[in-house]
Antibody
């Protein structure tokens, strides 16, 4: 079974860019049956979908975040990444990476443990 | 943008049955919305339970079932156990975007 592990700075200054990487092990990122995505959860609040990408680079973005988000994939390293620009305190959250698989319908079946990112000066 | 609505909280007795629902502001939920359900306990990542309305993962307990009910996606828990106390989130796909519901806090009391 695949394992996903987020990595990146835990503290980002306001107005700067948040960067996270998700390393995928136990399976290839290069399959047409999968998309790879980012979800976030502010402290004490609910889940919010950020963006998805497949190995070909086909993307989908949350309309409310689209202007500030870049998602990318590196098949040679079996990983994908998130950049969120011009961050504010409202972007403080646990960021999860996850896999979408199509087994007769799309499901978010494997998740990373999450990475807390705090936006503060 | 689509708004997905869940009951904020529900309470169920041990051994009982409870149904959580998930409604879309765009209209009746159908298979095209690929309804997903997740369980989250404090300090943990969400745990996938159901995808595509009613399909289960290998780790999903048989007591959990998904369906469409009255134009909404629904998650039914039978023979509820104290360990089922958690936040439950639904997730819908519409017009190229995935949207989570606000979550239902399930209390087993």
């Amino acid at each position: 079974q695949p394992q996903l592990q987020e990595s990146g700075p835990g503290l980002v200054r306001p107005s700067e860019t948040l960067s996270l990487t998700c390393a995928v092990s136990g399976g290839s990122i290069s399959s047409s049956n999968y998309y790879w995505g980012w979800i976030r959860q502010p402290p004490g609040k609910g889940l919010e979908w950020i963006a998805n990408i497949n190995y070909r680079g086909t993307t989908g973005y949350n309309p409310s975040l689209k202007s500030r988000v870049i998602i990318s994939v590196d098949t040679s390293k079996n990983q994908f990444s998130l950049k969120l620009t011009s961050v504010t305190a409202a972007d403080t959250a646990v960021y999860y990476c996850m896999r979408w698989s199509n087994s007769g319908g799309w499901g978010g079946d494997y998740w990373g443990q999450g990475s807390l990112v705090t936006v503060s000066s | 943008q689509t708004v997905v609505t869940q009951e904020p909280s529900l309470t169920v007795s041990p051994g009982g049955t409870v149904t959580l629902t998930c409604a879309s502001s765009t209209g009746a939920v159908t298979s095209d919305y690929y309804p997903n359900w997740f369980q989250q306990k404090p300090g943990q990542a969400p745990r996938p339970l159901i995808f595509s309305i009613s399909s289960k993962y290998s780790w999903t307990p048989a007591r959990f079932s998904g369906s469409l009910l009255g134009g909404k996606a629904a998650l039914t828990l039978s023979s509820v156990q104290p360990g089922d106390e958690a936040e439950y989130y639904c997730l819908l796909y519409h017009s190229g975007a995935w949207v989570f519901g606000g979550g239902t806090k399930l209390t087993v009391l």
